[in-house]
């Protein structure tokens, strides 16, 4: 299927919404903690928007959904939400001030945390679908 300008236009505003709630969720007072801790921000956004990836995936494809509400939900909207380059970001500034084990646990808990939250989204529910 090739790509239209509708597609481009779902895409651009499901990234909006999904950086536009991204920016909200990280400027929530329980996240505003000194130092590394605003990571806790970051890391809540990756695991959750992958979960949510998770499970929309296995709704979507149980349910046959049109490839316009991938492009818009999972491709714009969880896209935007998602925040990989603050995550890169966060984990370069603690290893620049020399905080290795917070860099590692923190690397280590985001992509294991959003691998494992987005197959137990997508199995789960693939498994609450069949019955």
């Known amino acids: ?4 300008l509708l597609h481009c236009l779902l895409v651009a505003a499901g990234g909006a919404l999904g950086a ?14 000194p130092t590394y801790f605003h990571t806790a ?6 695991v959750t928007g992958c979960l949510t990836i998770g499970i929309l995936w296995a709704l979507f494809n ?10 818009f939900i999972i491709t714009g909207f969880l896209g935007g939400y998602t925040t990989y380059s603050a995550f890169t970001a966060d984990a370069m500034t ?30 789960l529910t693939e498994k609450l679908l069949k019955g």
């Open 62 to 71: 149980h349910y046959h959904v049109a490839r316009i509400w991938y492009l």
């Open 94 to 123: 603690m290893i620049q001030d020399g905080m290795w084990l917070h860099a590692t646990l923190y690397i280590l808990v985001t992509l294991v945390g959003g691998l494992g939250g987005c197959a137990l989204g997508l199995f």
């Open 20 to 33: 536009l709630s991204r920016f909200g969720i990280q400027n929530l007072s329980v996240f505003r903690v």
């Open 1 to 4: 299927m090739s790509t239209t």
């Open 41 to 46: 921000a970051t890391v809540v956004i990756n």
